[in-house]
């Protein structure tokens, strides 16, 4: 009985260690050399709504520095991370504002906790950001757990992806106002990010996020100086 048992923990010991190695793979692929990657994003129920996730690696700082772009290609937010032994950390977080005249604003947020993706992913965390805007003070809350490996189409094809559940809470906090919704996040090896699907209560429809191509650099800037 007793080699039994622990014939089981080693076996489990072994598949935790192969599932810790692999979801880092199914995270932003990092380069040894410095890379941009463009992401084009598109809502499945409406393709009007586009966005463009500018992802930089650079090796020598461990950084990956994301610039996310909406479909007129005004900036909305910036995430810069760290990776490290354990996971993707947060280290600087900015919203923008723009007005009628097109004059973006950057709103720079204060980071509270940090981890955004963590590579054993078999159990609850979460980053959060402090930030003040034009209609007062903000806390926002990302809670996030791992949820196995599922067969997804996007697109027409088939990927195996690693399934994140995410939990939102943003809090006014001069007006004691809490609004809260939920995303299912995908991640697919050697990708990153393909697809979300998210609900937000006062919407009818899901918002279903889907990867239709990966630019270069070049390309996209060319897009934007011809749109």
Request: one cysteine or more.
């Amino acid at each position: 009985m007793r080699i039994y048992f622990n014939l089981i923990l080693i076996l489990a010991a072994t598949f935790s260690c192969n599932a810790q190695g692999s979801l880092k793979d199914f995270y932003f692929p990092f380069s040894k050399k410095t890379e941009t990657k463009v992401y084009k994003y598109i809502d499945k129920n409406d393709s009007t709504k586009i966005e463009y996730w500018k992802v930089t690696s650079i090796p020598e700082t461990k950084e990956l520095k994301t610039v996310s772009y909406d479909a007129d290609f005004n900036i909305y937010n910036t995430f810069d991370e760290v990776i490290t032994e354990n996971g993707a950390e947060l280290v600087a977080y900015s919203d923008f504002e723009w007005n009628e005249k097109g004059e973006g604003k950057e709103i720079k947020a204060k980071v509270i906790d940090k981890d955004v993706y963590k590579w054993d992913g078999d159990k609850e965390y979460t980053y959060s950001v402090k930030y003040l805007n034009k209609y007062g003070h903000f806390y926002f809350k990302k809670k996030r757990a791992e949820s196995g490996i599922e067969t997804i189409t996007v697109k027409g094809k088939e990927y195996k992806a690693v399934k994140l559940k995410d939990d939102y809470i943003i809090l006014a906090l001069d007006r004691n106002v809490e609004h809260r919704f939920h995303q299912d996040t995908y991640y697919v090896k050697d990708l990153g990010m393909i697809k979300y699907k998210r609900k937000i209560p006062v919407q009818h429809e899901y918002i279903e996020l889907e990867l239709v191509e990966i630019l270069s650099e070049r390309q996209f800037e060319k897009i934007r100086a011809n749109r």
